[in-house]
């Protein structure tokens, strides 16, 4: 082989190569179809042009048929009329007629069956081309399904590579660390501004303990089982009495203990006690 033959042969093949991979196959099918459809409709003229001449031999058969039998019936008056050299004349011109309506009928016959294979051509085509609609929807079908698996295996193969999860967990040490800087420098910036003593003490006073302790006595003020403190007199209760002698009573000095274990009658005697009169008493003894 010559290096011509050779480079033909190369050019060719990237040719082809290249026509097949610009193919689409939708594309492709589509056009296909057009040019079925085309094909079609050059066949149905075809064929309405065999039928017109069928029908048009036919009415020429027929006509030469009723000519014929018209100089047939021109003899039969020229026969009564006693004319047999006229009679005779009219049956040459009948057979005439004759001989023109039978090679009539022979075209029509002929084209009549011709015209019955074109239409049984026509159907299979058509229904050929139904077909091929069919086929294609499904062919696209069957493309569209296989792009779909294709880019899901492509996603699913970008997916196995590592490198992407790597970015992400690389990210997350990222924010990680910023959050850390983030609060590092808070927590210095209140150090430096002396901050940090009274945001300690806010802790100690937002402490859950003693949002429950509140909760606790309030329930039981509810149930009548502790009396809130009322007037001046269960001030003096809570923080103790000054005498004239400048001593101070205390719940344990007067009463004994208050806790929780007096009842409400007890609290209400305590408060209807004249303070005045215990002291001179005291002073006496």
């Known amino acids: 082989m010559g290096i011509f033959s050779r480079l033909g042969t190369l050019i060719k093949s990237n040719l082809n190569d290249l026509i097949t991979k610009a193919e689409d196959p939708e594309k492709m099918l589509t056009q296909v179809l057009l040019e079925m459809q085309q094909q079609l409709v050059e066949a149905k003229k075809a064929v309405a042009i065999a039928i017109a001449d069928e029908k048009k031999l036919q009415k020429q058969y027929t006509a030469e048929t009723d000519k014929s039998k018209e100089w047939e019936r021109k003899a039969m008056v020229a ?22 309506a039978t090679q009539f009928q022979q075209q029509w016959v002929s084209q009549k069956q011709a015209v ?19 086929k294609k929807n499904i062919l696209i079908a069957r493309k569209k399904r296989a792009e779909a698996q294709q880019q899901i295996a492509n996603t699913m193969q970008g997916l196995g590579d590592t490198s992407a999860f790597d970015t992400f967990d690389r990210m997350a040490e990222r924010i990680q660390l910023m959050e850390a800087e983030a609060e590092a420098g ?4 209140g ?26 006595n ?12 009322k007037g001046d007199n269960a001030k003096q209760l809570g923080s103790g009495a000054p005498g004239k002698d400048g001593d101070k009573h205390t719940k344990a000095d007067s009463t004994g203990p208050i806790g929780p ?3 409400a009658e007890d609290l209400k005697e305590l408060e209807d006690l004249d303070l005045s009169e215990v002291d001179k008493e005291s002073k006496k003894a």
Do not use: C, W, Y
Request: proline letters at 2%.
């Open 186 to 189: 808070a927590e210095l910036a």
């Open 218 to 229: 309030e329930l039981k003020q509810k149930m009548g089982l502790l009396e809130a403190p």
């Open 191 to 216: 150090e430096l501004s002396g901050d940090t003593l009274e945001s300690k003490f806010l802790q100690l006073e937002q402490a859950p303990g003693g949002a429950e302790e509140d909760a606790l």
């Open 79 to 100: 026969v009564r009329a006693g004319d047999d050299n006229l009679a005779r004349q009219a049956l040459s011109r009948k057979q005439e007629h004759e001989t023109i």
């Open 261 to 263: 274990s007096l009842t």
């Open 116 to 134: 019955e294979k074109l239409k049984d051509a026509l159907r299979m085509l058509n229904n050929k081309i139904e077909e091929a609609k069919r």
